[in-house]
T-cell receptor
Framework: SQQGEEDPQALSIQEGENATMNCSYKTSINNLQWYRQNSGRGLVHLILIRSNEREKHSGRLRVTLDTSKKSSSLLITASRAADTASYFC???????????FGQGTTLQVKP | SQTIHQWPATLVQPVGSPLSLECTVEGTSNPNLYWYRQAAGRGLQLLFYSVGIGQISSEVPQNLSASRPQDRQFILSSKKLLLSDSGFYLCAGTGVTEAFFGQGTRLTVV
């Protein structure tokens, strides 16, 4: 079973709008990370939020974490066409050694 | 910084031929290493992971195998490729708190 599951599966917005994608997980975590994948490329780490943090910012990215609901959200503000990519969440691998991703959210930002 | 080198970028192989994909790691020691396969427009399916030299865990029974002969080397192999082995293969490693990826190999079995 997947540890991280993202929704929606696909999201299409206009440039300048905000994009919000969500991630749910199943077990207790030490941290949760978000990654971005451009088409046909490897994933790139975007941001990490620890289990004792509720919100974290990095540039136009805002991540929230609700450990009681076992969920996280990634908000991209003032989106740009270059933000078009797939976004994945993953939880830490410290307990099992496994690094498991969900199906991802495919974001299309129209110019 | 941590880097994964993965090659080749694209590969076309006939059915029944062997496969060997290699990735090497720079910038860290004793990382966990992972092989994933990704179908078009889909998520990453974890195939194998390794927490150390010679230690391989298989997630999905299939036509593939993995080996870790050195701390910074992870190899994905098959003795006889099937059409269903086609896909985008990614190698990844984990540092202290984040994962880093190679650029992937697009394998087409014909």
């Amino acid at each position: 079973s997947q540890q991280g599951e993202e929704d929606p599966q696909a999201l299409s917005i206009q440039e300048g709008e905000n994009a919000t994608m969500n991630c749910s997980y199943k077990t207790s975590i030490n941290n949760l990370q978000w990654y971005r994948q451009n088409s046909g490329r490897g994933l790139v780490h975007l941001i990490l939020i620890r289990s004792n943090e509720r919100e974290k910012h990095s540039g136009r990215l805002r991540v929230t974490l609700d450990t009681s609901k076992k969920s996280s959200s990634l908000l991209i503000t003032a989106s740009r066409a270059a933000d078009t990519a797939s976004y994945f969440c993953a939880t830490d691998w410290s307990n099992t050694g496994k690094l498991i991703f969900g199906q991802g959210t495919t974001l299309q930002v129209k110019p | 910084s941590q880097t994964i080198h993965q090659w080749p970028a694209t590969l076309v192989q006939p059915v029944g031929s062997p496969l060997s994909l290699e990735c090497t790691v720079e910038g860290t020691s004793n990382p966990n290493l992972y092989w994933y396969r990704q179908a078009a427009g889909r998520g990453l399916q974890l195939l194998f992971y390794s927490v150390g030299i010679g230690q391989i865990s298989s997630e999905v029974p299939q036509n593939l195998s993995a080996s870790r002969p050195q701390d910074r080397q992870f190899i994905l192999s098959s003795k006889k490729l099937l059409l269903s082995d086609s896909g985008f293969y990614l190698c990844a490693g984990t540092g202290v708190t984040e994962a880093f990826f190679g650029q992937g190999t697009r394998l087409t079995v014909v």
